[in-house]
């Protein structure tokens, strides 16, 4: 009985890669592959050159997989890479890039509200002087509307921000209602500071979602997508910690 006892330890303490990948729903493959990628620490290997864990090299996994939701699948192999050979700090600078990101995407979420609000408090009335026809209204007026230059608006419209038309008798730009919706959405986020190469996948999504107005159910999705990726980076730092407390006295 007391040899047994001795036994069952051992047993536990070393895990072949099948124990491993079962333990956590991953193929065998895919365990030495997150070895090989600098996820798990490096498996000692047995005189016939099999790979033996052990529990730490399961913390580790369940700590990538804690990761990945809060930061991507990227963003964690470079945590545990890190960890495991990186330069001292340099996973805590990782851990601070990706908060910052979920900060700034949150801050671009707000301004993007912002200026949906301030397009509906400030509505666009068409003016027989300025509209060539009902559905349409000339670069110079609506560069005039926004407080802009009509160069503006042809830059935007070589970033794919807006998508004038063209007079079939003049050749001139004609902005219809959803052009001058969207010069409108690129105006105010570029007040508020974003980049164009910012603003133009949330234009597409504005066109996307037929409007601003159903617009209201993505944005409620993007609220819910930030504030799960918040949580996420809570369950995957307090993985990380213990992994790490682990590994020090180890």
Avoid at 4 to 32: C, M, N
Avoid at 69 to 78: I, Q, V
Avoid at 113 to 123: G, Q, S, T, V
Avoid at 228 to 248: I, K, Q, V
């Amino acid at each position: 009985m007391g040899a047994l006892a001795k036994r069952k330890p051992q047993t536990r303490e070393r895990l072949r890669p099948v124990d491993l990948a079962r333990g956590h729903g991953l193929s065998t493959q895919a365990v030495r592959n997150y070895e090989e990628a600098g996820i798990l620490p490096v498996a000692e290997r047995t005189e016939h050159g099999y790979r033996t864990y052990t529990p730490l090299h399961d913390r580790a996994l369940g700590t990538f997989l804690a990761l990945v939701p809060g930061h991507g699948h990227p963003g964690a192999t470079s945590i545990m890479r890190a960890v495991h050979s990186g330069p001292e700090g340099e996973v805590f600078h990782l851990l601070d890039e990706s908060h910052a990101q979920l900060r700034d995407d949150r801050r671009t979420l707000q301004a993007v509200e912002r200026a949906l609000r301030e397009l509906e408090a400030a509505p666009v009335a068409p003016r027989p002087d300025t509209w060539p026809d009902p559905g349409g209204m000339f670069i110079g007026p609506l560069a005039e509307r926004l407080g802009i230059v009509p160069a503006t608006l042809r830059m935007w419209e070589r970033a794919g921000l807006v998508r004038p038309r063209r007079d079939p008798r003049t050749g001139y730009r004609v902005y219809d209602e959803a052009d001058v919706r969207d010069a409108r959405l690129v105006h105010q986020l570029r007040r508020g500071g974003h980049l164009l190469e910012q603003i133009a996948p949330l234009i597409a999504q504005v066109r996307a979602a037929g409007g601003l107005a159903p617009l209201e159910g993505a944005l409620r999705d993007w609220h819910g997508r930030l504030s799960a990726r918040g949580r996420a980076m809570l369950t995957g730092a307090a993985e990380l910690d213990a992994y790490l407390r682990e590994r020090e006295r180890g």
